[in-house]
């Protein structure tokens, strides 16, 4: 991991332009790649970012950071206050409790609240990044990503596409597709989901609680 605290002004090309004029930011790098930059606020949602895999060129005072679809970062470092690197080792992932924890449990035990036709390939899937709730497949055979929410938000969402992301690496799994899954959906993730192509599902705890599980398998 390496924090750089800088003042810095940012520019994205790819899908569309777009620019962060100078002002001091933290940039991060993590291990697998990953680069985004942060304000001093704003919880921990990035101003702007780019996910690995990609290829980063530190040129002193600016560096370069490129991925496969040609999107490009440009940060100009016009004063460097902090640069720390130091190595975390490999983290255990998010520990899950409560109702969360057992809403993940429930759907895993019967994806059919999810969708008519899904079936568990496994549950907390590990990646590079965190583990995936729920992989499954559909009745098409289709490999389906699965994000669990209690109260579904944007951040969720955006959490899904780093894991859809990450799983469109691997060509063996074909075409992969998203459903976010939460008790209750918050509108702005609704528009947020279908703009990603997501489905979205809400499901009521009680009900899945009182279902009989088509085949309890737990991994």
Request: glycine share 8%.
């Amino acid at each position: 991991m390496r924090l750089v605290i800088a003042r810095c002004s940012v520019d994205y090309s790819g899908r569309l332009d777009a620019h962060l004029p100078e002002a001091t930011r933290l940039i991060m790098v993590k291990a697998d790649g990953c680069v985004a930059i942060h304000a001093d606020g704003g919880a921990y949602k990035p101003l702007n970012w780019m996910n690995a895999p990609n290829t980063l060129v530190d040129n002193g005072d600016h560096w370069t950071v490129t991925n496969p679809k040609q999107e490009m970062l440009t940060i100009t470092l016009h004063e460097v206050l902090s640069d720390v690197s130091a190595e975390l080792g490999e983290d255990p992932g998010l520990q899950k409790d409560g109702v969360e924890a057992h809403l993940q449990e429930l759907l895993a035990a019967s994806p059919h609240a999810i969708e008519e036709g899904l079936t568990l390939v496994r549950r907390e899937y590990p990646t590079a990044i965190g583990p995936i709730d729920l992989v499954c497949r559909d009745g098409f055979d289709q490999v389906v990503a699965v994000e669990v929410k209690r109260r579904g938000d944007i951040d969720g969402v955006e959490q899904l596409v780093r894991y859809i992301e990450r799983l469109h690496l691997d060509s063996s799994l074909g075409a992969v597709r998203g459903v976010f899954v939460a008790q209750v959906v918050k509108p702005q993730a609704k528009v947020l989901a279908e703009a990603r192509g997501f489905r979205w599902v809400e499901v009521d705890y009680d009900t899945l609680r009182g279902m009989k599980p088509d085949d309890l398998r737990l991994f």
